[in-house]
C-alpha cells in the first residue's frame, strides 16, 4: 500500500470514530425494547434520569427486556462510582484504556475526543482556505495594478 492510502485510510478511520462517536461509546443504549416499547437512539437523547442510563438501567431491564449497547459502554464525561472511586486505573475488562484522575473511562474520552479534534482541524483548514483565496485576490489585483502602471 502506498503512503498516501494509507493517509487516507487513517483519515477515513478518524472520521468515521468522530461522526459515529455517540455510537461507539455512550451508557444508554442505542436500541432498547423495555416493558413493550421500543425506543430507538436512546444514546442520542439528551439528559435523562440516572435510573435510564449505564449499569442501572442493564439491571433495571426485566427478562422480557433487551437492548442493543455501544462497543464502549461508559459515558465520556459522567463518573459512576458505585461506591468505589477507580481513580487511575489501569486497563481492564471493564476498562480497555483504563481511567483518569476523575475516574472517567479513557477510550470513551478517546472516541469523542477525535469529534472536537475533527471540528478543530475542519475549522483551521476553512480558515486557512478563505485566507489564502484572499490574499491570492488581492495579489492578482495588484499584481494587475502594478502591471498596468508600469506599461
Known sequence: MTGRRVAWLVVSAWA??????DFLAADRPIVM???????WFANLAPGGDAAARGDALRDALGPDDWAIWAPVRHDPVEVRTD?????????????????????????ARLIHGARTTAVVALGAAALALLLGVGLALAAARAGVVVGRAAC
Do not use: Y
Not at 425494547?33 to 425506543?39: F, I, Q, V
Open 33 to 39: 425494547s423495555r416493558g413493550g416499547t421500543l425506543t
Open 16 to 21: 468515521a470514530v468522530a461522526l459515529l462517536a
Open 83 to 107: 461506591g468505589a472511586l477507580a481513580i487511575l486505573a489501569a486497563p481492564s475488562a471493564a476498562h480497555a484504556l483504563g481511567t483518569d484522575d476523575r475516574g472517567r473511562d479513557v477510550l
